[in-house]
């Protein structure tokens, strides 16, 4: 039996996060063969990786990719591997809140079903029963998301960072988007993404990784401000040097790396 070396394994890893985020667009077939490819590397890694950070990357990558590809149970089985190394695994905390949402959504189905044989039931009822408790766990679940994060990028990044940051980046606010929609607003998730340290990223990438990332984080902070300020009976203050977001009470940037913060240093 041959036993892989953890060099062997971190490249396996490597492997996996490169077929996954240059494997075209989330849900097409393109997407699900990588993703598919990814898996295959992720389970050569798991046995040979022994840095326990590590290894809860790799664990809740892998939940992230079985999620995408249907395996619910055995995507629940690397969930709770991970989050048992690392609590702030930012993969498999993203992938308990789409199970969540997922189950959220098929008592929704089975809620229309049975309006559908009931029409005269108390429309107002209904909704309370189908948006009560379920939006609060699916709240707890997405604030989980964002600690998760937030003590994430608070950490010194290493070579896996670049993705791993971006993606978390998205995840975030797309989560903070469908809580938006359900009536949850979340502007403190938008705040972290304006003081996200990207700069920190900058010795683990070549000059071309860094025009490609540079575009994925421009697009991230323009995200970040159509949200905030979309967020209902909240007055909101826009820098007038880099478009950013606050409190109008405040009267002040959000965004550390603003060049009004900067003269102030």
């Not at 999620?67 to 993969?91: M, Q, S, T, Y």
């Not at 993705?163 to 502007?187: H, M, S």
Request: charged share 25%.
């Amino acid at each position: 039996m041959n036993i892989l070396s953890e060099a062997d394994a971190h490249d396996y890893l490597g492997r996996a996060f490169k077929v996954f985020f240059e494997g075209g667009m989330h849900g097409e077939p393109d997407h699900l063969k990588a993703t598919d490819e990814a898996v295959g590397y992720l389970f050569m890694a798991v046995d040979g990786l022994k840095d326990p950070e590590i290894q809860a990357l790799a664990y809740g990558f892998l939940a992230s990719c079985l999620e995408l590809l249907g395996e619910r149970e055995r995507c629940k089985e690397w969930v709770d591997k991970a989050l048992k190394i690392d609590p702030d695994n930012v993969f498999a905390n993203i992938t308990n809140y789409d199970l969540k949402v997922e189950k959220y959504a098929k008592s929704l189905d089975g809620l229309q079903k049975v309006m559908n044989l009931h029409p005269l039931t108390s429309l107002a009822t209904s909704i309370t029963f189908a948006l009560g408790p379920q939006k609060t766990e699916i709240k707890k679940y997405a604030l989980g998301v964002y600690k998760a994060y937030n003590n994430t990028i608070s950490k010194e990044p290493d070579g896996l960072s670049v993705v791993y940051w971006i993606f978390g980046a998205k995840a975030c606010l797309g989560i903070a988007d469908q809580l938006r929609k359900t009536g949850i607003n979340e502007p403190f998730v938008c705040r972290v993404i304006f003081n996200i340290p990207w700069e920190k990223l900058d010795k683990f990438q070549t000059s071309e990784e860094k025009a490609t990332s540079d575009q994925d984080i421009q697009y991230i902070n323009v995200q970040a401000n159509k949200l905030l300020r979309l967020m209902p009976n909240s007055q909101f203050w826009v820098c007038p040097y880099c478009n950013s977001s606050n409190p109008m009470q405040n009267k002040s940037c959000g965004n550390k790396h603003c060049s009004t913060n900067k003269e102030k240093m």
